[in-house]
């Protein structure tokens, strides 16, 4: 299920029902706990939070006139998905995110190089990502994407 629309209350109003008010939680956690200086927008299709071209106006390498991705937060047909962008590019956050998982749910991880995907709404661990989100700030994450990705 992809969905193309201009705002999150758009996006959140074609949610199917049983997955809204959860949606809604994992973005308040991230609003909650993400450091200063990302904003929140809607971003190929997803809601993001994103380095605004105010504080890094080189921009997205992919789209120089966009606003550099950092989270992402999709409904997808079978699962909502948490994109991260940096469990992909730092190491260190990766193996602390994987080493805390059990410590925080029953499931098996269900994860791809930055996206995390939770089937079933219940399964969605909140306080993890919470912790998740604070672990690198905007000025750091600038710098770990100039490091790893810009050339």
């Known amino acids: 299920m ?16 049983e997955r ?9 956690t991230v609003d909650e706990n993400l450091p200063t200086g990302f904003q ?7 809601v993001t939070w994103v380095v605004p071209l105010e504080l ?18 999709a409904s997808q047909k079978n699962f909502i998905a948490f ?5 992909y590019a730092d190491q260190k956050i990766l193996d602390w995110f994987v080493a805390e998982f059990p410590k925080h749910s029953k499931k098996t991880l269900d ?9 079933k709404v219940e399964d969605i ?4 990502l919470g912790e998740l989100c604070q672990k690198i700030s905007v000025n750091e ?9 810009k050339k």
């Open 141 to 149: 994450w600038i710098a770990i994407y100039e490091n790893n990705y």
């Open 56 to 73: 890094y106006p080189a921009g997205y390498h992919c789209a120089k006139d966009m606003p550099l991705p950092f989270i992402s937060v």
């Open 2 to 17: 992809q969905i193309f629309v201009d705002t999150v209350e758009e996006y959140i109003s074609q949610i199917p029902e």
């Open 20 to 28: 809204r008010d959860a949606f809604r939680k994992l973005l308040e």
């Open 125 to 128: 661990i909140y306080d993890l």
């Open 111 to 119: 994860m791809g190089k930055s996206c995390i995907r939770f089937k």
């Open 40 to 46: 929140q927008t809607m971003q190929y299709g997803m």
């Open 83 to 87: 994109y991260n962008s940096g469990i």
